[in-house]
């Protein structure tokens, strides 16, 4: 079965500091990656997906099959990225059945 | 536009006693799915529907039952309710199921259920 491992559940960085979540998964087949985020008193929401090869608020994430990664960057944290990150698989062709990780807490201190 | 929407907020319910989930939404989404989310866990996917009349089970589907009888709408029912029940539930949608990838899902703002 198809697994997503966040291996911390915080991470306080400085403001201006690099960022970097961890996102690791177990799928047999050709996987969909998506980074969702919530932040305070929102709704969890989608930040970006691995098919997109997008930056969304300055942040990418590069999938990596060799190492069954999809970890979340940033160059400069800022205090408004304070929020809980989660990483997503989804299945090969569709279904929207979404496998997600335990989350991670990102402080951002100033 | 208001999304995705799920009442109650928050619930107490007792051991054995029965209630409903609401979730709407109004973006003419045809998936809708629940999914329950518990401390040190991910969310985990109850059950699922890829249209109006259709519903399939997920991840963690016992003690849940669900029907989707408009597009709109897509209610989450606990026949009788268990301690082991004690979550905060999300309903999501998105567009179609039956493609190819994934689509991004939109959450409502969670119930939480606690039950004594």
């Known amino acids: 079965a198809q697994r997503v491992t966040q291996p911390e559940k915080l991470l306080s960085v400085f403001k201006g500091a690099p960022v970097e979540l961890k996102c690791n998964y177990s799928?047999?087949?050709?996987?969909?990656l998506f980074w969702y985020v919530q932040y305070s008193r929102q709704r969890l929401q989608l930040l970006l997906r691995h098919i997109s090869r997008e930056s969304i608020k300055g942040f990418t994430a590069d999938l990596n099959k060799g190492e069954t990664s999809f970890h979340l960057k940033k160059p400069f944290a800022q205090e408004e990225d304070s929020a809980m990150y989660y990483c997503a698989l989804g299945l090969t062709g569709g279904g929207n059945k979404l496998t997600f990780g335990t989350g991670t807490q990102l402080k951002v201190e100033l | 536009n208001a999304g995705v929407t799920q009442t109650p907020k928050f619930q107490v319910l007792k051991t054995g006693q029965s209630m409903t989930l609401q979730c709407a939404q109004d973006?003419?989404?045809?998936?809708m799915s629940w999914y329950r989310q518990d401390p040190g866990m991910g969310l985990r996917l109850i059950h699922y529907?890829?249209?109006?009349?259709?519903?399939d089970q997920g991840e963690v589907p016992n003690g849940y039952n669900v029907s989707r009888s408009t597009t709109e709408d897509f209610p989450l029912r606990l026949l009788s309710a268990a301690p082991s029940q004690t979550s905060v539930y999300f309903c999501?949608?998105?567009?179609?199921?039956?493609?190819?990838?994934?689509?991004?899902?939109?959450f409502g703002n969670g119930t939480r259920l606690t039950v004594t």
């Open positions: 999501a949608s998105s567009y179609s199921g039956a493609s190819s990838y994934n689509s991004p899902l939109h």
């Open positions: 973006m003419n989404h045809e998936y």
């Open positions: 529907s890829v249209g109006a009349g259709i519903t």
């Open positions: 799928y047999s087949g050709s996987p969909e």
